[in-house]
């Protein structure tokens, strides 16, 4: 076996033998890289020309044709464990434990004949509020990718214990549907009962990170431990906050504020103890970054250790065109979290004094800001609500309403009212206030109307979170029945009543009519397993 030499890297042979691929039953018959810094993966991915360097030392690489997660393609594998605690359905595909087992032996025949790359870290908080990760891929930028978004150790050479999780990554292996019961080559399967990934077919690097988020989803809830799909942030005085949201809600770039100390983007666990973070780094959304608008997300992109995944770059001087969607509207970032100047390390807090669900309605329905009583922030967060706008996706000819439960539905293997209930549990007896807030477009349907204004969604937010709005007299909304504010210092009055701020009251009414009954559509499926006090605090109108 041909091991990386030990050095400063992290490259230990110490790391063979009972901690190292054998207890995984692959034997390499090619070199095998431990640990190796972020300098060394970043020469070796351009030796092997995995990418390519920008201008501002960012390493760029392209994941053509999959430039985002690939749902369809995701399994679990089905047995006595996760037969009764699993939510199965097209979310969570079963995989019969044979056919997994097919593709375990052929993943582990294909990484053993190629130089490896192996990155040891930790998803999740010490103790019983994380796991150990370990990371086997072929490809250089990848190991990167785990070693900027999960929580990184020491690198003093000694031996790593064994991990909870391991991910075999084969980017470039495909699958044989007939053979290995998948839908296509692409593959992602989760063994939760061998707490084993495997991932091939596909080079988008979120299907890592997102594998072990499922992972702790499934763990977390049996140890009375709060899995979210949100970011978080702390103020001056130690005020926490949560922001739940959908892609382009403005999930990261709202929790990224310069006022307030950055605890985490994208995923968090509340224990007893109050908010921590699952990763040790950031992946961004990077399509139309700017300096003006989000200065500290854009200013980590310009920087050596920084992966931008399917942005368009100069041949000939590296500069990144990140208003440039060609390849893909979802271009992103991963980024180590201190790369943001106010990064709280580690990434943990107190309980939060609020909780803020991000929507992008598109309908121009929704107020830009309301508080939710705790039984209509089950419901919302049951619905996981935002829209999709004409021209953002193939096939999007109109404003289409998703709903996600959660606000990550992709990722909750247990039934969704399993993470619904805990959190209300947790709203009540902590006083957490909930807000409701519209990035997208009220006064009019996405096309007849401008989109809120950042700058005034974050003055709403930044008064919510103040308790500026506390005192401040409210209006039920006539079809959510959610309290809107009729007063936000800094923010135009009259956006922040949407029945008013329509130019028809009678088109008005009929683009409210037809978003709730969205909701009450979608939340049917939901009814019989949730307290009919969430239920009757849907839509009124």
């Not at 047995?79 to 434990?97: E, Q």
């Not at 296509?184 to 063994?191: A, D, E, Q, R």
């Not at 309908?363 to 004409?390: E, N």
Request: net charge negative.
């Amino acid at each position: 076996m041909k091991q990386g030499r030990e050095g400063p890297s992290g490259d230990s042979a110490g790391n063979q033998g009972r901690n190292g691929l054998d207890r995984h039953g692959i034997e390499p018959s090619s070199e095998v890289h431990w640990d190796l810094s972020p300098a060394r993966l970043y020469g070796t991915a351009l030796a092997r020309q995995e990418g390519e360097l920008t201008e501002d030392g960012a390493f760029a690489a392209g994941t053509a044709p999959h430039t985002g997660r690939s749902p369809l393609d995701r399994f679990i594998v089905r047995d006595a464990t996760t037969a009764d605690t699993v939510d199965w359905g097209p979310v969570n595909a079963p995989l019969p434990g044979d056919a997994f087992r097919r593709l375990r032996d052929d993943v582990i025949e294909h990484l053993a004949c190629r130089e490896l790359f192996v990155k040891n870290a930790r998803a999740g908080a010490e103790g019983e509020a994380g796991i150990r990760v370990r990371v086997i891929t072929t490809s250089a930028w990848h190991a990167l990718f785990a070693h900027n978004m999960f929580i990184r150790g020491d690198r003093s050479g000694v031996p790593v214990p064994h991990p909870d999780f391991t991910v075999l990554h084969a980017p470039e292996m495909q699958a044989d549907p007939g053979r290995h019961a998948t839908r296509s080559g692409t593959f992602v399967v989760l063994n939760l009962t061998d707490r084993l990934a495997l991932i091939g077919g596909t080079r988008y690097a979120g299907e890592i990170k997102k594998s072990v988020f499922t992972t702790l989803n499934y763990l977390l809830p049996a140890r009375d431990i709060l899995p979210m799909h949100c970011s978080a942030n702390v103020g001056r005085s130690g005020d926490a906050a949560l922001f739940f949201g959908l892609s382009g809600t403005g999930k990261t770039t709202l929790s990224a504020d310069p006022h307030r100390g950055l605890i985490g983007d994208d995923e968090h666990g509340w224990d007893a103890d109050g908010i921590f973070n699952f990763e040790g780094g950031c992946y961004a959304k990077a399509i139309r970054l700017s300096p003006e608008a989000e200065p500290e997300i854009y200013g980590a992109c310009r920087r050596f250790g920084t992966i931008l995944e399917n942005v368009v770059v100069d041949a000939g001087t590296g500069a990144v065109d990140f208003d440039d969607a060609t390849i893909t509207e979802n271009t992103r970032a991963s980024y180590p979290i201190h790369f943001i100047p106010n990064a709280i390390i580690p990434g943990r807090t107190g309980h939060p004094d609020n909780v803020v669900f991000l929507s992008c309605d598109a309908f121009g329905v929704l107020p830009p800001i309301s508080r939710l009583t705790p039984a209509q922030a089950m419901y919302h967060f049951l619905s996981g609500y935002t829209a999709k706008v004409a021209g953002t996706e193939r096939g999007v000819t109109e404003p289409k309403a998703v709903f996600s439960a959660g606000f990550g539905a992709p990722f909750l293997p247990r039934h969704a009212t399993v993470y619904a209930r805990m959190l209300g549990e947790r709203l009540r007896r902590h006083g957490s206030r909930v807000w409701m807030v519209n990035t997208g477009w009220v006064g009019g349907r996405a096309g007849e109307v401008n989109r809120m204004r950042l700058g005034y969604t974050r003055t709403m937010v930044r008064a919510a979170l103040e308790g500026a709005l506390d005192e401040v007299e409210t209006k039920a909304d006539p079809y959510f029945g959610v309290a809107v504010p009729t007063r936000v210092p800094g923010v135009p009055p009259e956006i922040l009543i949407p029945s008013e701020s329509w130019g028809s009251a009678e088109a008005y009414g009929r683009a409210a009519t037809r978003l709730a009954e969205m909701f009450r559509t979608n939340f049917r499926s939901y009814e019989s397993e949730t307290d009919p006090a969430v239920v009757a605090a849907g839509p009124v109108g």
